[in-house]
C-alpha cells in the first residue's frame, strides 16, 4: 500500500480495555484524537471469545495496552487468539511509565511502542506489514 493510502484508510481498532486502574486506555484514546489526520474506528464486542469471522475480519490491528494485562488477563487471552486465528497484528503498547512487558505479550507482538503519538500511529499503520 502506498504511503498516501495509508494516509487515507480509515483504521478499524481493536483497542484493550477492562479494570484500568492508572486510565491508560483514556489517555491512549486521548493520544490517538491528537493526531488529527489520523483516521480510525474502535471495533468493541461484548464477548471476544464468541465474535465470528463478520466481526474480526473488518479489524486492521489489535492494541493491547500492557498495562492493563496483569488485571485483564482472560481478555488479553481472547484477543491474542484471535489474532492468531485472524492473522490480525498485534500492536502492544508499553505500560505507562515503563519499558517491560509481560513475555507472553512481546512474543505474539507484530510491534512494540511507547507512548508517543507519532510512533503509536506508525506502528498501527506499518503492523500489518510485519506479520
Known sequence: MFEDEKDNKIYNLIISNGIDKNREYAQFIEKLFSKTDFLW?????????????????????????????????????????????????????????LEEVPEILEQKAATIVGWNANCIIDSIKNADELI
Open 41 to 97: 474506528k474502535e471495533s468493541i464486542s461484548g464477548s471476544y471469545s464468541t465474535a465470528g469471522d463478520s466481526f474480526y475480519e473488518k479489524i486492521d490491528g489489535i492494541v493491547l495496552l500492557a498495562g492493563l494485562y496483569n488485571d485483564n488477563k482472560e481478555l488479553f487471552s481472547d484477543l491474542l487468539q484471535a489474532s492468531e486465528k485472524y492473522g490480525i497484528p498485534i500492536i502492544l503498547v508499553r505500560p505507562y511509565g
